[in-house]
């Protein structure tokens, strides 16, 4: 496992991931720092994970990176107390503005998601350095976008990794992939940035043509990708003008998050096999 995981996570150390974001800056690529984690068992592990993204916060800017923190809710506590999550996600937004850096809610399955999104709402009342994530694959997610309140808005669109219930998400790949363009173009016509957090072309290609037909500038939209998935897909995205970023997440608990998400969603397993043995680079 830690063979085919070693081309996604960089290494266990914060020094492992810097080092990938010195890498990926020598290519012209942007970046964003996880740490590997979900669901802590208590309030001290939770502040222990703001102190150490605080840690990688410093080091970004210390090292002039172009890249900002991205963290799971459950992670800084959301399944012990959503007053806890919020507080400690206000620390460290607050850490990152002094910064001048940037911090990313993510999202997880559809059990955290109205907790997660009233814990983004108190953010936004109080700090602009704040976005969020939404997943096409859910059915709720147009009608979500509809109530974030007004003001700067930043979102990184995904599909969704998880594999939800039928009754409440979309569970074949071409509705979950018109989903994901009816959002990003609705957000779009909010006037929010958005992070097209994709390896599908196809889609990809929609979404640009819709920019490029509406006058949207690279100032509103970049392109997130995992490493080590379809490097040579990256490289055809920057070379035509359009920024990218790359998520690198790193950390000790490597190998029971990896396992978690394999549970989750056994298709992972496809994808990673395809990726290692070179079918998408």
């Given at each position: 496992m830690r063979s085919l995981s070693s081309r996604y996570i960089?290494?266990?150390?914060?020094?492992d991931a810097l080092r990938e974001l010195r890498a990926l800056r020598d290519e012209d690529f942007t970046g964003i720092i996880d740490i590997l984690g979900e669901d802590v068992a208590d309030e001290r592990a939770a502040r222990s994970v703001v102190q150490a993204y605080g840690k990688a916060a410093e080091a970004i800017k210390a090292e002039e990176l172009d890249a900002y923190v991205s963290v799971k809710p459950t992670h800084v506590g959301l399944n012990l107390s959503e007053d806890l999550a919020a507080e400690l996600y206000a620390e460290l937004a607050r850490k990152c503005a002094e910064l001048d850096l940037f911090l990313r809610v993510e999202m997880e399955d559809h059990t955290t998601t109205d907790a997660t999104l009233r814990v983004f709402a108190r953010l936004r009342a109080e700090?602009?350095?704040?976005?969020?994530?939404?997943?096409?694959?859910?059915?709720?997610t147009p009608t979500d976008i509809d109530a974030i309140p007004a003001g700067p808005l930043s979102v990184r669109m995904v599909k969704g990794i998880y594999?939800?219930?039928?009754?409440?998400?979309?569970?074949?790949?071409?509705?979950?992939?018109?989903?994901?363009?009816?959002?990003?173009?609705?957000?779009?016509?909010?006037?929010?940035?958005?992070?097209?957090?994709?390896?599908?072309?196809?889609?990809?290609?929609?979404?640009?043509?819709?920019?490029?037909?509406?006058?949207?500038?690279?100032?509103?939209?970049?392109?997130?990708?995992?490493?080590?998935?379809?490097?040579?897909?990256?490289?055809?995205?920057?070379?035509?003008?359009h920024p990218v970023r790359v998520y690198v997440p790193f950390g000790p608990e490597w190998r029971a998050y990896s396992t978690r998400r394999l549970r989750k969603n056994p298709q992972i397993v496809r994808h990673l096999m395809r990726d290692f043995f070179s079918l998408g680079d």
């Open positions: 960089p290494g266990e150390t914060l020094d700090f602009d350095n704040v976005g969020i994530v939404l997943q096409s694959r859910l059915f709720r594999l939800e219930p039928g009754k409440i998400a979309h569970v074949d790949p071409d509705p979950i992939r018109d989903e994901y363009v009816a959002c990003a173009i609705k957000l779009f016509e909010r006037g929010a940035f958005v992070s097209i957090a994709t390896h599908d072309d196809v889609l990809a290609d929609a979404l640009t043509a819709y920019c490029k037909e509406h006058g949207i500038g690279t100032d509103r939209y970049e392109f997130q990708v995992l490493l080590g998935v379809r490097r040579p897909l990256w490289r055809a995205w920057r070379d035509a003008g």
